[in-house]
Structure formats: C-alpha cells, structure tokens
C-alpha cells in the first residue's frame, strides 16, 4: 500500500471507527483517546502523543475543527493551520492510528461513540477530578470510568507550547 493512501486512511469519521475498534478490542487491544487542536506541531506533541501510544494497542486523536478552536478564544489568528492541514499532519505521524474530527466544544459525544479503554490528557488536569466546571476536569471521564477503564494525564514537555512558539516567532 502506499504511504499516502495509508495517511488517509487514518483520517476517518466516527461511524467507521466504530467497527475497526470493536475488531481491535475483539483482539484484546486497548483503545486510547486523547484530544486537541494540535495546531502547530511541536516536540511536546510529539512526546505527549507516543506517551499516550504506550498505553494501549490503538490511538485515536480527537481533533478540534476550525470554528472549535475559535470557540476555544485561544487567539484571534488561531487556529494557524487549518483542519485539513493539522488532521494530515497528525495522521503522518506513526504513533497516531485514527484521527477524528468533532465540531463541538469538547469531545464527550465523541467519546461516548468511541468508549475509549483509556483516556488521556496533559498534567494540567486532573484524573481525580470530578466538578465539570473545574478548569482540571477531564470532559468524558465519566464515560470512561463507567465502563472500567481509566483516565491518565501525562507530563508535558517543558518548554513546548504553541502559544510560546507563535510568540517566540512574533518576537
């Protein structure tokens, strides 16, 4: 198969996840989720995404639309690259097995259809969590723990942020 057509095939729609990770499952491989807009890819990505690989047998990165992150008011320019562009850029990289778009503010509805086994942030918030107002609540760890799986943050790489990077090049 060609790389390129391999690099597509990992964009997918949730629908057509759904069946690939019952497979997996069916193959006793954990599934992992994690999410973001990813939008200028830096070494504190690449780092948390293989981090986020290592636990499980499968992947899955929810990724934020355009009109999601301008929701998220990061910045008024954000996000820098477009959907299309950070979803190929992401589904290039070897440890990221799907990447899935979602429109909504946060990934629960994505999260509810995929039923991770392991949910995954940065160590800015918080496993332990359980106020869905706190900034350090993980949105869908309820999903996650009512089937028995788990939720885990991981450190982030000192230094790498994409709001440092963008005013590091503004400077």
């Given at each position: 198969m060609?790389?390129h057509?391999?690099?597509?095939q990992k964009?997918?729609l949730p629908?057509?996840?759904k069946p690939i990770l019952n ?6 491989r954990?599934?992992?989720?994690t999410?973001?807009?990813f939008?200028?890819l830096?070494?504190?990505?690449v780092?948390?995404l293989?981090?986020?690989?290592d636990?499980?047998?499968?992947l ?8 999601s992150?301008?929701r998220q008011?990061?910045?008024?320019e954000?996000p820098?690259?477009?959907e299309?562009?950070r979803?190929?850029?992401i589904?290039a990289l070897?440890?990221v097995?799907?990447?899935v778009?979602?429109n909504?503010d946060?990934?629960y509805e994505?999260?509810?259809?995929i039923?991770p086994?392991i949910?995954?942030k ?5 496993p ?5 107002r706190s900034?350090k609540?993980?949105v869908?760890?309820?999903?996650v723990?009512a ?6 943050t991981?450190?982030l ?7 440092g ?7």
């Amino acid at each position: 198969m060609l790389y390129h057509n391999k690099l597509t095939q990992k964009l997918i729609l949730p629908e057509a996840l759904k069946p690939i990770l019952n497979v997996a499952r069916f193959k006793g491989r954990k599934i992992v989720f994690t999410n973001g807009c990813f939008d200028i890819l830096h070494r504190g990505h690449v780092e948390y995404l293989s981090k986020a690989r290592d636990l499980g047998g499968v992947l899955v990165l929810g990724l934020n639309t355009d009109e999601s992150v301008k929701r998220q008011n990061k910045s008024p320019e954000r996000p820098i690259n477009n959907e299309e562009t950070r979803a190929t850029i992401i589904a290039a990289l070897e440890c990221v097995d799907y990447v899935v778009l979602f429109n909504e503010d946060t990934p629960y509805e994505l999260i509810k259809i995929i039923q991770p086994d392991i949910l995954v942030k940065g160590s800015d918030y918080d496993p332990n969590e359980t106020d869905p107002r706190s900034k350090k609540y993980i949105v869908g760890s309820d999903v996650v723990k009512a089937r028995g799986g788990k939720t885990v943050t991981i450190d982030l790489t000192e230094g790498f942020s994409t709001t440092g990077l963008i005013s590091k090049l503004k400077s």
